[in-house]
C-alpha cells in the first residue's frame, strides 16, 4: 500500500482482525522504536510506552488496546504512520496477543 493511502482507519483494521489486543511484548517494542526512530530530538513528544515488562502482567488487554490506538495516531500526527502500517501488517497471528 501507497503511503498516501495509509490513514489511522486502515491501521486500525490490522489490530482489530482476529480479536487482537496488541503485539507480543517484544515486538510491541519495536513497534514503539520504529515510530518515533526518524524523528529529531523529539523529547517531550513520544508516543504512549508499550505496556511490556511489569505493567504486561498487571495491565488488562482492554488498556494495552487503548495504548495500541493512541500509538497509532501519535504516529498519524508525527509522520511515521506508514512504517507502523508495514510493521503491523507484516506481523503473523502468532505474534500478536489476542483477548
Known sequence: MKAKDINPEVVLDIVEQNN???PNPRLWN??????QDDLD?????????????????DTPPS???MVL???IKW??????????YHYLHDLNDDDWFTG
Open 30 to 35: 519495536s513497534l514503539y522504536e520504529i515510530i
Open 75 to 84: 504516529a498519524a500526527e508525527n509522520g511515521t504512520l506508514d512504517k507502523a
Open 41 to 57: 530530538n523529539n523529547f517531550g513528544n513520544e508516543p504512549p510506552r508499550p505496556m511490556i515488562l511489569a505493567a504486561w502482567r
Open 69 to 71: 490506538v493512541e500509538q
Open 63 to 65: 488498556i494495552k488496546k
Open 20 to 22: 487482537r489486543v496488541c
